[in-house]
């Protein structure tokens, strides 16, 4: 058995060279308080029944809201969604400020004109060392217009590049 500190820095490379798709993820609070985050972790778990899952810090601002909540909207975000996925980045109080939004189902927020978004019922969470594992199954729907999806890769935005 060896005495070797793990090499982190290894593991945080290796992930920011995979590519993952962008999702924003939104909720409100019990006083009907918008919150939201970017996510890079959003899988399908299961098609029948239609489940999906994500996975965020429990140091997160958004925690909070996800960890007290029944439902989500996941949205699915195209290239021409990088501005609005910047925005959802960025500092927690500046998040819901301006027109990219509106109110949906159960009055969760909706971000406007994106490839996709649904409304998911939490069914369970997982604690996971300072994480969760959030599992969500899908109610309803919207397909909004095609586009590339927008993809983060080594910290930066990009669009997919066909292979020949």
Do not use: C
């Not at 995979?18 to 899988?43: E, R």
């Not at 109080?93 to 159960?106: A, K, M, S, V």
């Not at 996709?116 to 959030?134: E, K, L, Q, T």
């Amino acid at each position: 058995m060896t005495d070797a500190t793990p090499d982190l820095s290894a593991f945080r490379q290796a992930f920011r060279r995979h590519a993952a798709g962008v999702a924003i993820i939104t909720a409100q609070t019990a006083d009907g308080t918008p919150v939201g985050f970017t996510a890079t972790s959003l899988a399908s778990l299961s098609a029948v029944p239609p489940l999906a899952t994500f996975n965020m810090a429990l140091s997160a601002s958004s925690w909070p809201a996800i960890a007290e909540t029944d439902r989500v909207i996941i949205h699915m975000l195209g290239v021409r969604n990088k501005g609005v996925a910047e925005i959802l980045s960025a500092d927690n109080t500046r998040r819901f400020l301006g027109d990219h939004w509106r109110r949906g189902p159960h009055g969760l927020p909706v971000i406007n004109d994106v490839t996709a978004w649904m409304v998911g019922r939490i069914v369970d969470r997982f604690p996971v060392h300072n994480s969760a594992v959030v599992v969500v199954q899908i109610e309803e729907g919207e397909l909004g217009a095609p586009d590339e999806p927008l993809l983060y890769h080594e910290r930066r935005y990009h669009r997919p590049s066909e292979l020949d």
